[in-house]
């Protein structure tokens, strides 16, 4: 799981190996069909079982050692551009399932980052 | 040294946008804009002071995770050009007309039928607003007698959506329900001029709530003309989460939206570092402390130092930013392409219209609609049967009448300028339409208090038309010229004039949700 670091905006920190899956939800934003970048490499978009019997897109990646880029980028595929979109770590604790924010994103600014640092 | 100036904006703007630079904006605007912007947010962070103001003032200026395309355009600005945005061009910069592209669309009708009194569609539009649009249109185009109707069209959930004011886990995937009900629109066009005023001076003796409330029901069931429900059927081609749409979109993002990730990455994946946290610590500080008439001064201080950082960070940083931004007009263009492409895409619609005329049975219009684009033209074909609800006096036939006709909308100007604020002829429509109408031997129209006869035979009217913006709040006035052979009633040519004003919420609704 990811670990917000304090007066790092953006930062998060994670065990080396740890998986991690983000999802991303259109919030009256258009096709919910985001892209991913992690660690210099394009990652693949799946359904993501986020509980109470919803999926929403998102990607899986595994965490490597020191400090990453992950990105996102929102398709905001309305005229006129309109909404936000939300991204969120998907945490798995057994059987619950439950949803962490990570920032969104609005029609002027389709591109957010994180830095994840693996340790 | 002012033109000197002009003349590097103009030369960035060029090498920025290749092939589409007359379509961008002013990237130094730009960028005064977003400093602006900032600068005002942390305004506001500091005018309430909590707990985590570092943390937000801290998200608000960590341009390797957002704000990434501003800092590069801030950062080639700068270094390549030598051009810095002065805290004089922040106070002076305004943000853009969202309204614009709303304002561009032409296959939206905001007005009545061309049955109404007044009306200045001669076609109906296979689309309606996604929110709410009110007309005023004065002079008939089929009808002898003209007037001045109001017509209030809307789709349900869109006006639900409006008034609504759900947090961020609502999503963009509707119930089936509502997605099925997203298809529905209804009008209902009301006379400005009670037919029945006597009547209406009459009832206003009477007193209290619930007589007001009894006579205020009397008035609108009065003055209502015509309502209609219009549906979309079939396959919704135009709705973005179409199979075909998505997997359009699908493919932009993999191909487009990956190159752009990628140029991000390149431009700015080295610039996290030490150091980086470092200046973001401190520029925290300083934007906390600093009297607020040199906020903006002090913020395009902590920008100049984030460009030396970068410069330092990433080799090539400034061809990498080049490249990022670039990347970025890709995008916008195959996103705009995809989305002119979805726009394209044939619609077909059935519209039911109940026409209400004193001292006459009701009526009932059928229309079929087919709607596409060719080029820059909007193409509508409609078919429509007419009946009456209830058999006319003296036995006759039900039906009434049939039209046929068909309409093009194209908008005026520079096509790369549709949708833009400062061009506001590219956003006037020009629409030429024409429509047959067979009147059948027991056609009845009323004129003035008297049913009359209307002589049996065809009906030719063309239509010429010119829809203007006025101004950025969702409101046009269309003017149109429409010459027939005759009208229901008379049988002599007819040259006529019609004019409206209409307001189409859609237009304002992005602005009214920042």
Redesign the interface.
């Known amino acids: 799981m990811l670990s917000a670091v304090p007066g790092k905006p953006f930062f998060f920190r994670a065990p080396t190996g740890d998986i991690i899956t983000v999802v991303s939800l259109s919030h009256k934003a258009g096709p919910n069909v985001p892209a991913f970048r992690y660690a210099g490499e394009a990652l693949d978009l799946a359904d993501v079982n986020v509980g109470q019997g919803e999926t929403q897109p998102g990607v899986t990646f595994t965490v490597l050692a020191g400090r990453k880029r992950l990105s996102a980028l929102a398709p905001f595929a309305t005229r006129p551009p309109k909404g936000e979109f939300f991204f969120q770590e998907v945490v798995v604790n057994g059987q619950n399932i439950s949803l962490a924010l990570m920032g969104s994103v609005i029609p002027n600014d389709p591109t957010i980052a994180w830095t994840v640092e693996g340790v | 040294m002012t033109s000197l100036r002009t003349l590097a904006i103009g030369f960035v703007a060029a090498s920025l946008w290749p092939g589409i630079s007359h379509a961008a904006g002013d990237p130094a605007a730009e960028v005064a804009l977003e400093v602006k912007r900032i600068a005002t947010a942390i305004r506001n962070i500091r005018a309430n002071p909590s707990l985590d103001q570092?943390?937000l003032l801290?998200?608000q200026i960590?341009f390797?995770?957002?704000?990434?395309?501003?800092f590069l355009v801030y950062a080639i600005l700068r270094d390549r050009w030598g051009v810095v945005v002065t805290p004089a061009e922040v106070a002076a910069a305004s943000p853009p007309d969202?309204s614009a592209?709303?304002q561009a669309r032409t296959d939206v009708q905001a007005g009545a039928s061309a049955s109404a009194s007044g009306s200045s569609s001669l076609i109906s539009k296979g689309s309606g607003p996604s929110y709410f649009a009110a007309a005023v249109e004065n002079g008939a185009l089929v009808k002898s007698a003209s007037a001045t109707t109001t017509t209030f069209q809307g789709n349900l959930i869109g006006i639900f959506?409006a008034l609504s004011s759900?947090g961020?886990?609502?999503?963009?995937?509707d119930a089936t329900v509502t997605r099925f009900l997203r298809r529905f629109s209804f009008s209902f066009t009301l006379r400005n001029t009670n037919p029945d005023a006597s009547a209406e001076e009459a009832a206003t003796e009477d007193s209290g709530l619930t007589d007001t409330i009894r006579r205020q029901v009397q008035q609108f069931d009065q003055r209502l003309e015509e309502y209609s429900v219009r549906a979309v059927v079939g396959r919704h081609r135009r709705d973005?989460?179409d199979v075909q749409?998505?997997t359009a979109?699908?493919k932009?993002?993999?191909t487009s939206?990956?190159q752009?990730?990628?140029e991000?990455?390149e431009a700015?994946?080295d610039l996290?570092?030490e150091e980086y946290?470092q200046w973001?610590?401190d520029s925290v500080r300083e934007l906390k402390s600093v009297p607020l008439p040199f906020l903006e001064g002090t913020l395009i201080q902590r920008l100049n130092l984030l460009c030396d950082l970068a410069n330092q960070k990433v080799p090539n940083f400034q061809d990498h930013a080049v490249s990022a931004y670039q990347a970025y007009a890709a995008?916008s263009s195959a996103?705009s392409t995809?989305?002119d492409e979805i726009?394209r895409r044939p619609l077909f619609a059935v519209e039911y219209v109940n026409l209400r005329e004193p001292l006459q049975s009701d009526r009932s219009t059928y229309r079929f609609i087919a709607e596409g684009q060719r080029g820059r033209w909007d193409l509508t074909v409609n078919a429509a049967y007419t009946r009456y609800n209830n058999r006319p006096e003296g036995g006759g036939s039900m039906f009434r009448d049939f039209q046929i006709g068909a309409g093009a909308d194209r908008p005026l100007g520079n096509p790369d300028l549709r949708?833009q604020s400062k061009s506001p002829l590219a956003n006037a429509v020009l629409s030429v339409a024409f429509l047959y109408e067979r009147l059948a031997e027991s056609a009845t129209v009323v004129f003035g208090d008297r049913t009359l006869s209307a002589p049996p035979g065809h009906l030719y009217l063309g239509q010429l038309r010119v829809t203007l913006p006025m101004g950025t709040g969702g409101v046009k006035m269309p003017l149109s010229v429409s010459f027939s052979n005759r009208t229901e009633l008379i049988e002599e040519k007819q040259v006529r004039a019609n004019i409206g004003f209409t307001f189409n919420f859609d237009a304002v609704?992005?602005a009214l949700?920042q």
Do not use: C, K
């Open positions: 570092d943390d801290a998200s960590a390797h995770s957002r704000g990434q395309r501003f969202l592209v709303e959506d759900q961020y886990a609502a999503d963009y995937e973005p989460r749409n998505l979109i699908q932009l993002m993999a939206g990956q752009l990730l990628e991000l990455d700015l994946a996290a570092s946290d973001v610590t995008f996103r995809v989305l726009e949708g609704a992005p949700r």
